[in-house]
């Protein structure tokens, strides 16, 4: 999360004054690794030239939306002014996205590339929001001030598109860590382990939005869904004890009707990517740095690695448009650069991003 949500989680837990339920929350408790065969490594050959034909959608430090991306790795092409300022985060859903503008007048946006028309939502210094299909979306803004604490609470709303209406569904310190959409809806991540407070069980976890109200999937976080699976992934710590962005040991946990670790025993640390279209799990296991290591390929049904790609990738900010799973680097100069592999065949590639501050996927036309 950006230094603004890192901030508004530095306050001691609240009850939350949106409605909540918990019922249907439990499923039977996470159970042992599962230890099926491996698949034999494959070391990928060389990256091959980076998919440039992917349906981008990218801002830039001027406002600016662009649908393109040249060779250099610079947005091209048709382009659409959104705002006057840096564009910080985008989610997407079909032809439209939701994108944040930084500055004095820091605000959330929604953009139709039907009609390439800009609507501004609602004033906010948080840059996160997911839509829920074509129904409506949620995102986060300030809430109320508390005497007693030195930052404020966040409040998380949920815009429905067809009737315009704006409904306030929690407010609280910390609202949220991440909002997603998945095939089950927007999916709330409220880690255990905040910044400078720990949540209790009962309080943290994943959190779907139905029919205006919250109810909990999983202790743990939902990184994708489909057909009735989701996948998921433990909470980070690391060394320390404390959950961190990159550092932080996870696992990755499959939930049916139980949930189920995937990651062995002796892997130290395992990061979620994807749900295939034919049903497999894609993994991350990072080696020797965050962004060089071995994604993993499981079966969903057997629960066994059919297959192991080395390469390099980031499990960061992952989003995925085909066959193809794409994550970002912000590390060095520059500070973007785009890493992607292809499912289909294990092959990997890689793009210095250039003057682009926010990214996304639209859907097909």
Not at 84 to 111: E, Q, V
Not at 121 to 127: G, R, W
Request: charged share 20%; glycine share 10%.
């Amino acid at each position: 999360m950006r230094s603004v949500a890192i901030a508004l989680a530095a306050a001691v837990l609240m009850t939350a004054c949106g409605s909540r339920s918990e019922s249907g929350a439990s499923a039977s408790a996470t159970v042992s690794p599962t230890s099926g065969a491996s698949a034999t490594l494959r070391a990928t050959a060389g990256p091959i030239a980076f998919p440039l034909d992917l349906p981008f959608i990218v801002g830039t430090n001027a406002g600016d939306l662009f649908f393109q991306i040249d060779k250099d790795g610079r947005p091209t092409g048709r382009s659409v002014h959104g705002c006057g300022t840096p564009i910080t985060h985008i989610s997407t859903s079909g032809r439209m996205a939701l994108f944040n503008c930084s500055g004095p007048d820091s605000a959330l946006y929604l953009y139709d590339d039907t009609t390439s028309r800009v609507t501004r939502i609602d004033k906010t210094e948080v840059a996160m929001s997911a839509f829920d299909a074509d129904r409506g979306f949620a995102y986060v803004t300030i809430g109320a001030t508390v005497a007693t604490a030195p930052i404020s609470m966040t409040k998380l709303l949920y815009r429905d598109l067809k009737t315009g209406a704006t409904a306030v569904l929690d407010e609280r310190f910390a609202v949220a860590r991440d909002l997603r959409s998945s095939g089950e809806g927007i999916a709330i991540w409220r880690p255990r382990n905040n910044d400078s407070f720990m949540r209790s069980d009962a309080e943290a976890g994943t959190w779907l939005v139905h029919g205006g109200t919250l109810t909990k999937l999983s202790q743990h976080r939902l990184v994708d869904a489909s057909a009735g699976r989701y996948l998921l992934e433990t909470e980070g710590v690391d060394t320390y004890g404390y959950t961190t962005s990159n550092t932080a040991n996870t696992f990755v946990v499959l939930r049916t009707s139980v949930e189920q670790q995937l990651t062995p025993p002796g892997i130290q640390s395992e990061k979620a990517l994807a749900i295939l279209d034919n049903g497999r799990l894609l993994a991350w296991r990072p080696e020797g740095g965050i962004f060089d290591g071995t994604v993993i390929v499981y079966d969903a049904a057997t629960k066994a690695v059919v297959r192991q790609d080395r390469g390099k990738l980031s499990a960061s900010g992952v989003l995925r448009s085909g066959d193809w799973i794409v994550g970002s680097e912000y590390s060095g100069v520059p500070s973007l650069t785009l890493r992607a592999y292809r499912s289909s065949d294990g092959m990997f590639a890689a793009l210095e991003g250039a003057a682009i501050s926010a990214w996304a996927f639209l859907g097909p036309k």
